[in-house]
């Protein structure tokens, strides 16, 4: 499935509709280049989920908590991450218990396309605005964005 984000208004839409139907476990990987809009379409999300204060790319830190959510989202950037095994090292696993996952970089933390509650976007440059291509595991059949 493909959607034409041409601005910045239809990425805040498009990360409303997926903050809308996420749920517990679920996972959204987000994947594309340097400034694809990775960064931009999670912070639509999280303020979609009610966060009213910043929303910081979590490229140095790796991961930020958002514990004001219910449930809890975590937002991490695997950007830096050089090996997959260096995201249980910084304890992905406990992160991850009873939250929602949004995943920048996923392939550096060995990706999460396995996973039923995986909703899989790359994000394309088309001229000004951008293209979304989203896939969905089991779990995300009835809840396609």
């Known amino acids: 499935m493909t959607h034409d984000l ?5 990425m805040d839409a498009f990360g409303q509709r997926i903050a809308q139907v996420m749920r517990v476990g679920d996972v959204i990987s987000l ?3 340097l400034g694809a809009g990775k960064t931009t379409l999670a912070r639509a999300i999280i303020a979609a989920r009610g966060h009213r204060g910043e929303v910081p790319s979590p490229t140095f830190t790796i991961v930020e908590v958002y514990d004001d959510l ?16 260096e995201a249980a090292e910084i304890g992905l696993d ?3 218990d009873g ?13 999460f396309a396995q996973e039923a ?5 790359t994000l394309e440059t088309v001229g000004e605005g951008r293209k979304a291509i ?12």
């Open 31 to 33: 994947s594309g280049g």
């Open 70 to 85: 219910a449930p809890r989202l975590v937002h991490a950037d695997f950007y830096r991450l050089e090996d997959p095994s």
């Open 134 to 145: 989203v896939a969905g595991g089991a779990a995300w059949q009835e809840r396609m964005p």
């Open 117 to 121: 509650g995986c909703l899989q976007i």
């Open 99 to 111: 939250a929602i996952l949004i995943a920048e970089w996923p392939e550096n933390a060995g990706g």
């Open 6 to 10: 041409p601005d910045l208004a239809s």
């Open 94 to 96: 406990d992160y991850r």
